[in-house]
């Protein structure tokens, strides 16, 4: 079975940083796509940033210009560098994975438990 577990949340003032990682662990073949999402309370669940396994990334305008997604595909790894953080980045963060668990298998998507990301003013 795969699992992601992500780590680097925590609680940073604003104009700090955070760096996100989540491992990817299991019988893994490669993975395709991973991403970040978030979720605030009483709001749903949104896209973050993606990074295929070619190293395009996509970014929500939202953080365009201060997070920057990356991989490491030796350790299975995706990471999230968040910087310049606002109050509204607030939120639960997590990642997801489009793990391909045999040759010619197009991926299956898998989800991390989720890290907490807090900003004060």
């Known amino acids: 079975q795969v699992q992601l577990v992500e780590s680097g949340g925590g609680l940073v003032q604003a104009g700090r940083s955070l760096r996100l990682s989540c491992a990817a662990s299991?019988?893994?073949?490669?993975?395709?796509?991973m991403g970040w999402y978030r979720q605030a309370p009483g709001k749903q669940r949104e896209l973050v940033a993606t990074i295929t396994k070619f190293g395009s990334t996509n970014y929500d305008d939202s953080v365009k210009g201060r997070f920057t997604i990356s991989r490491d595909d030796a350790k299975n790894t995706v990471y999230l560098q968040m910087n310049s953080l606002k109050p509204e980045d607030t939120s639960v963060y997590y990642c997801?994975?489009?793990?391909?668990?045999?040759?010619?298998?197009?991926?299956?998507?898998?989800w991390g438990q989720g890290t907490q990301v807090t900003v004060s003013s």
């Open positions: 997801k994975a489009a793990v391909r668990l045999r040759i010619a298998h197009p991926g299956d998507d898998y």
């Open positions: 299991g019988r893994i073949f490669s993975i395709n796509t």
